[in-house]
Each structure stands twice: as structure tokens, then as C-alpha cells.
């Protein structure tokens, strides 16, 4: 009785191939929960769009894609002397940060293949302007395949990135991350001799989202009246109607949160509500039963969910699917249907 992830396939592969024919030079990226669809069937699809290079997460996704992905693969985690056991394969493009660890990785023998990343306005990691003016062009002991950014998300990032090229001149490729179609249009006529390539996640797997839909199955229907008890905390009902028992508990990434990015006056008091009827002890669910989210009866389960329906609601079937509303980048299927 799964949770499901549909996908219009012939819609989700003419989107894939549209923005892979806007983006010259696109490398996909594949990692985490692979965007809801899994990090190996991303790894095949790129493959199948005919990308040269792959993107991951983590070292440890590399095991996963080298099998069904036959290009180079950039891990995007930054290499650390502390990681260990790791791939240092000829097809593996490293991300370097720091000084000490560029010096170390060459220390490791083979030259290995790297792209040395720069501390964007994201501030999470990377080489700063005057420590990447500082290298040398051809770092001994390892082979630079390019530069990085990790840009923040929105657009406005033009003038940033042409401060790293001045950082970097001698670099003729960079590997960008949440550029605009119209920032890479601007920046590839403004430096003609410089090869960018966008990397690219969720604009691609999930940028139609219209072809893509969430459903998960009913597993039981239960009567209640006013003042029954019911669930683990055995709360007491405050009025008549069913507990529907569905598919989707927190394994799956059911009702589970980062923390809220509300940046505007009215998206902070829509944060401070639903803080409101949390402490209350009422969370509204994603999933849908006649056209609206219906609310969770106690916290979701470990792989099921219980809500409730007011009287007069129509009760869907045992085995019957119905709507779930999701962040798919957060969201573990227990099978994915593509036409």
C-alpha cells in the first residue's frame, strides 16, 4: 500500500530535454533523495540526455551513480583530509576549499582531478577572493579541471560572478550553480572565452510540476463520535466523524519541516498561526480528501498517517488513493510510476 510518486512521462521527458537544449553545457544534479525520484534513476536519465557530467551530493553517492551514469561526476560535498575511504577514480572531479586541503589531496598521489570552488555571498564554504588570487595556475599535484560557485538562490548574482572571474582569469571553465537563463545569456556574451556550465537540479527534475503527482493509498476507516479516544496519546475527538489510516508516515518525510524561510510581513504571520495551532495540538496534513487538506488526528506514524474527517465528508475506499501535498525534495516514495 505505497505512497506513489505519478510522472507524466512523455511531458517529464520533453521538459528534461527543453532545458537541457536552453542550458548549453548542463550538468545535472543528482543527490540527496534525488528530488523524490532516487539518485540512480536521475544518474540513468542523465545519461540518457547525453550530459558529459554528473553532479552529487556526497562522496558517498558516487558508488550509486558510477554504475549507471558513464560521464564524470563532481562531487559537490568539499573534499576533506578526514573523509577516509574514499573514490579517488579518474572519473571523480573533487571540490577543494581551502588551502591546506589542496595541498594534502595532491599529497595523495595520481593527480587527482579537481574544480576549486569560491565562498560566494552563500558563505557555506570555499576558497575567499584573495586566497584564489593566491594560487598558483596550475596547482602541483592535482589536475583543475575549472572553478565553482555556489550562488544563493534568486537572481541579481551578474557582478558577482564577474568578481570571480577577475579572481581567477586564468580559468576558462566554471561550474554555477542557480544562475538565471538571462545571467548565463549576459555573462556568456560578456566573456566569450570562458566555458560556464550550469548546474542544475531542481529547474530540471522538478520544473513542470505539473506532470508530476503524489498520491497515497487509504489503508483503513474508522467511525469515531464525540469524546472517543484514539492514537498513541490517546486524544479525545471533539466531534463525530472517520479517522482515515493512510499510507506516509515520517520514513517517508511526512510532515517533516526545515525550519521556515517566511521573509516577508504577511509569510511571518502565517508562520506565527500555524505556530499557534501546533502548540495547540492541530497540525494540518498534505493530504487532500475532497478538495482540502485534512487534519492529522496526532503526529504522522513512522510510515502511516491518521486524519480525520468530519461528519458528512465522503469517505474514500480502503485501497483507494487520494492526493497528498508534498515537497518532493524532502519526500521518500515507496514507488515511482513514469509512464
Request: charged share 20%; glycine share 10%; with cysteine.
Amino acid at each position: 500500500m505505497p505512497l506513489t510518486l505519478y510522472v507524466d512521462g512523455p511531458r517529464w521527458r520533453l521538459h528534461l530535454t527543453t532545458t537541457a537544449a536552453a542550458h548549453p553545457g548542463i550538468v545535472p544534479v543528482a543527490k540527496g533523495n534525488g528530488y523524490g525520484f532516487g539518485v540512480p534513476r536521475l544518474a540513468r536519465r542523465a545519461e540518457w540526455l547525453g550530459a558529459d557530467t554528473l553532479a552529487i551530493g556526497t562522496y558517498r553517492e558516487a558508488e550509486t551513480v558510477r554504475k549507471r551514469f558513464s560521464g564524470d561526476i563532481l562531487v559537490m560535498e568539499p573534499w576533506r583530509p578526514f573523509l577516509g575511504d574514499i573514490s579517488y577514480d579518474t572519473r571523480i572531479i573533487h571540490t577543494v576549499g581551502r588551502e591546506n586541503d589542496l595541498a594534502a589531496l595532491a599529497e595523495r598521489g595520481a593527480r587527482p582531478r579537481v574544480v576549486l570552488e569560491g565562498l560566494t555571498s552563500m558563505r557555506r564554504h570555499g576558497f575567499t577572493a584573495e586566497a584564489m588570487r593566491r594560487l598558483p595556475a596550475t596547482p602541483p599535484g592535482v589536475r583543475v579541471e575549472g572553478h565553482a560557485l555556489h550562488l544563493p538562490l534568486g537572481t541579481g548574482h551578474v557582478h558577482e560572478v564577474e568578481r570571480w572571474l577577475g579572481a581567477a582569469p586564468a580559468s576558462r571553465r566554471w561550474f554555477i550553480s542557480h544562475l538565471t537563463g538571462a545571467e548565463l545569456t549576459t555573462l556568456r556574451q560578456q566573456h566569450r572565452g570562458v566555458e560556464l556550465r550550469p548546474r542544475i537540479g531542481t529547474a530540471l527534475w522538478l520544473g513542470d510540476r505539473a506532470c508530476l503527482e503524489a498520491r497515497t493509498t487509504v489503508l483503513d476507516a474508522h467511525s469515531v463520535r464525540r469524546g472517543d479516544r484514539l492514537g498513541y496519546r490517546q486524544r479525545t475527538v471533539l466531534r463525530a466523524g472517520t479517522v482515515l489510516i493512510v499510507s506516509g508516515g515520517t520514513a517517508h518525510g511526512i510532515a517533516l519541516e526545515a525550519p521556515t524561510s517566511a521573509a516577508t510581513a504577511r509569510q511571518r504571520a502565517v508562520a506565527i498561526a500555524k505556530g499557534g495551532l501546533d502548540a495547540a495540538g492541530r497540525a494540518l496534513s498534505p493530504f487532500v480528501v475532497a478538495g482540502r487538506q485534512r487534519w492529522f488526528v496526532e503526529p504522522p506514524h513512522m510510515q502511516a498517517s491518521m486524519i480525520f474527517l468530519p461528519a458528512g465528508t465522503a469517505v474514500p475506499r480502503i485501497g483507494e488513493e487520494i492526493a497528498v501535498q508534498v515537497r518532493f525534495t524532502t519526500t521518500t516514495f515507496d514507488h515511482v510510476s513514469v509512464s
